[in-house]
C-alpha cells in the first residue's frame, strides 16, 4: 500500500554559517529573536527534523560571535547570548541570554513559570468543568521563553517518527521576543511550518452523539435538521459504526470493522451524505489493535508475522491498518486522544510514541 500522500516535507539542517560549535555544545541562530541551544556528551548532535521543528534552515541574521574574559558571546540585533565553558557545560552561571528590548537576562534553570508565562494550549477538554490547566507557551510578561524539546522524537528518512541518535544531549530553544508576541508566532511558524487555513465547512454547525444510531436513522436525522432549516455542515457517527460485540477478548472499544447491522451499506451512507453537502467524520480509538473479529485481521496478522491461526491481536496499529474501511471514501487523520477533527494531514505531532487514543476519519 502507497502511503506516499502522508509523505512530509522538511528542511531540518541549518544554514552551516547559523551555527556555532564549541566543545560539547552547539548553538544556532536560527532567527535574531530564536537561538537553538544544545549540550551533548559525545559531541553528536540532531540535524532531523523533530516532532516541533521542521524548518531550521532560515535565512541567517546578522550576529557577532566574539571572546570576552574567557566567555563567549553571540550577540544579534536582539539578543546577548553568554557562555563560559564548563566542565558541567549548561549552568546557571555559564549560559544566560540578555534580551534588550526587556533588559532582562534569563540564567540557564530558569523556569518559565518566572517569566510571568502567558500559557498556551492544553491537551484535551474531556470532563472539563470550568477551569483548565494550560501548558506553557512561547510568550511571556518578561520577554522569554525557553522550550525544551530534548525528549521529543525525530522523523527518519522514511517520513518515521523514531527515537533520537543521541537521547542524553539537551536541546533547547530560547524565544526572546519581548512584547512582539505577534512576531513570535510568526517566527515559530516559519520553524515549525504554518497553520493552513480552516475550509470553511469545518467553521459551520456539527452534529455529534454518542448514540447507536442505525443508518436509517441518522438519515432521518438529518433530514429532520433540514426540514426544520438548521443547517449542519459535518455530521459524526461515534464509535457505534463499527463492531462492539465482538465474542472475544476485545472489550469493542477499538474497531475497523462495519455493524452491518446498523449500518447496511456504508458506501450508500456516506454517498447520501456527500449529496447533501454534508461531511462525514467516523470516532475511532486505535489503542487496543486489531482483533481476530475484524474483517482485516487476516491480512493485518500475516504482513506483521503472526500466524492468524493462532487468533492473537494485532498490537495497535500498521500501514495496512491505515486506511480501515475499504468500503468508505473517509479518509484517515490520527490525532491525539481526543483532539478535534482534521480533513487531512497537516502535520499534526502526538507528544509520544503511542498512537493516539482517538482517530476520526473525515471525508
Not at 557562555?83 to 532582562?104: C, G, Q, W
Not at 510568526?186 to 454547525?205: C, E, H, I, Y
Not at 448514540?211 to 432521518?220: D, G, I, K, S, V
Not at 491505515?322 to 502535520?347: H, K, Y
Request: aromatic share 12%; hydrophobic share 35%; glycine share 8%.
Amino acid at each position: 500500500m502507497s502511503l506516499s500522500h502522508f509523505e512530509l516535507t522538511f528542511d531540518p539542517a541549518p544554514s552551516p554559517d547559523a551555527v556555532v560549535t564549541l566543545p560539547s555544545v552547539r548553538f544556532t541562530i536560527i532567527t535574531s529573536r530564536l537561538i537553538r541551544m544544545e549540550s551533548s556528551p559525545t559531541g553528536e548532535f540532531e540535524d532531523r527534523a523533530s516532532q516541533a521543528f521542521w524548518y531550521r534552515r532560515q535565512p541567517t541574521p546578522p550576529f557577532q560571535q566574539r571572546e570576552v574574559n574567557g566567555a563567549v558571546e553571540i550577540e544579534t540585533e536582539h539578543l546577548l547570548l553568554r557562555y563560559i565553558p564548563s566542565e558541567r557545560v549548561f549552568t546557571p552561571v555559564s549560559l544566560s541570554v540578555h534580551v534588550k528590548a526587556m533588559d532582562n537576562t534569563w540564567h540557564f534553570g530558569e523556569h518559565i513559570w518566572k517569566s510571568g508565562d502567558l500559557k498556551g494550549t492544553t491537551r484535551t477538554l474531556d470532563e472539563t468543568d470550568g477551569f483548565a490547566n494550560l501548558e506553557s507557551g512561547l510568550m511571556a510578561r518578561s520577554g522569554w521563553a525557553v522550550y525544551d524539546d530534548s525528549r521529543s522524537l525525530v522523523f527518519d528518512e522514511q517520513g518515521w517518527l523514531t527515537d533520537r541518535t543521541a537521547p542524553g544531549n539537551l536541546d533547547l530553544y530560547f524565544f526572546g521576543y519581548g512584547h512582539d508576541y505577534v512576531g513570535c508566532l510568526q517566527d515559530f511558524q516559519k520553524v515549525a511550518g504554518s497553520t493552513p487555513m480552516a475550509p470553511r465547512w469545518v467553521l459551520g454547525n456539527w452534529w455529534s452523539r454518542y448514540w447507536a444510531y442505525t443508518q436509517a436513522e441518522l438519515e432521518n436525522l438529518m433530514e429532520d435538521f433540514e426540514a426544520h432549516q438548521m443547517p449542519l455542515s459535518v455530521c459524526i457517527v461515534d464509535m457505534d459504526w463499527h463492531i462492539v460485540q465482538t465474542g472475544n477478548q476485545s472489550v469493542g472499544w477499538t474497531g475497523y470493522t462495519w455493524n452491518r447491522d446498523l449500518f447496511p451499506d456504508p458506501q450508500a451512507f456516506i454517498d447520501w451524505l456527500h449529496a447533501r453537502g454534508l461531511r462525514t467524520a467516523l470516532n475511532l480509538h486505535p489503542a487496543d489493535g486489531v482483533f481476530p473479529h475484524e474483517a482485516q485481521y487476516e491480512e493485518m496478522a500475516t504482513a506483521v508475522g503472526i500466524d492468524p491461526a493462532i487468533q492473537e491481536p494485532v498490537p495497535l496499529i500498521s500501514p495496512i491498518g491505515s486506511s480501515p474501511m475499504p468500503t468508505s471514501n473517509t479518509c484517515t487523520t490520527p490525532s491525539n486522544w481526543r483532539a478535534s477533527i482534521s480533513g487531512g494531514s497537516t502535520g499534526n505531532r502526538a507528544p509520544n510514541r503511542r498512537c493516539g487514543d482517538s482517530t476520526r476519519c473525515i471525508g
